[in-house]
């Protein structure tokens, strides 16, 4: 049940025509974040490859990016909008806490997804297609491993009825936290040359650097620093694979 309702959480496909599932499983979908990841994933290297068969690779990656922004309805790149608003625009704990929670996008938010979304093309149209397909594959069920990992560190830093999705998440239990892993791994170690798998070195030290961040500025963490610290783990594992490309 708990694996349905992260799909159901994470996605908007209709997994909820499946069955009803009880409102304390979606507590327990963070683990299962990674396991998302390959449904996401897929689809994203599916259209990406597809599409590079009858357009112009730069057109088929902007395809792949769009279609996992349909998939999720955007989830985290509305996360990543309102982290750079609070903490761009928030000179207090109260403050930036308030200004993620309004619904109106600011500056720093804007400036920040067009930042995001030029490097992230970037990067992935400089590598090749069948690489690149592998690579959007384990770049996101690996950096949603490592990103899931912010809520055994922090504590939530709202009240459960101040949050926006109405659920405070569970740290995980040793076999969630197992499962996870191997969700997380999984896809890298299986996709990808060995020599790239050092990449993930770059996804944990964006954990280690927002992990100081929220703890100093909010002690705690929120679902849109959640979501931010996905893309932006997943943005660096990929400068991470480009980086070794050349080198």
Not at 9 to 37: D, Q
Not at 50 to 60: E, I, M, N
Not at 67 to 76: C, D, F, P, Q
Not at 88 to 117: C, N, P, Q, W
Request: net charge positive.
């Amino acid at each position: 049940m708990n694996i349905l309702a992260a799909f159901i959480f994470f996605t908007r496909l209709p997994f909820w025509r499946i069955r009803e599932v009880p409102a304390e499983c979606f507590k327990h979908v963070v683990p299962y974040w990674p396991l998302s990841g390959w449904l996401t994933g897929g689809i994203m290297a599916g259209v990406l490859w597809s599409a590079a068969q009858v357009l112009p690779f730069t057109v088929a990656v902007l395809l792949a990016l769009t279609s996992r922004l349909l998939i999720t309805g955007a989830l985290h790149e509305d996360g990543l909008a309102d982290f750079f608003d609070g903490f761009g625009g928030g000179t207090s704990r109260e403050r930036i806490l308030s200004i993620m929670k309004d619904s109106h996008i600011g500056s720093y938010g804007v400036i920040g997804l067009i930042a995001y979304f030029f490097l992230l093309w970037n990067l992935l149209t400089s590598l090749p297609l069948s690489f690149a397909c592998s690579v959007l594959i384990a770049g996101d069920t690996v950096s949603k491993l490592t990103s899931s990992q912010i809520i055994n560190f922090l504590p939530y830093a709202r009240k459960e009825e101040e949050s926006k999705a109405k659920v405070v998440y569970n740290r995980m239990s040793q076999g969630e936290f197992a499962f996870g892993l191997l969700c997380g791994i999984l896809p890298l170690t299986l996709l990808l040359p060995y020599r790239y798998w050092i990449a993930i070195i770059f996804p944990l030290a964006v954990l280690y650097l927002l992990y100081r961040l929220m703890k100093q500025k909010l002690q705690g963490y929120t679902g849109d620093c959640c979501g931010a610290l996905f893309l932006l783990s997943e943005l660096s594992f990929y400068l991470g694979v480009v980086i070794l490309i050349f080198i």
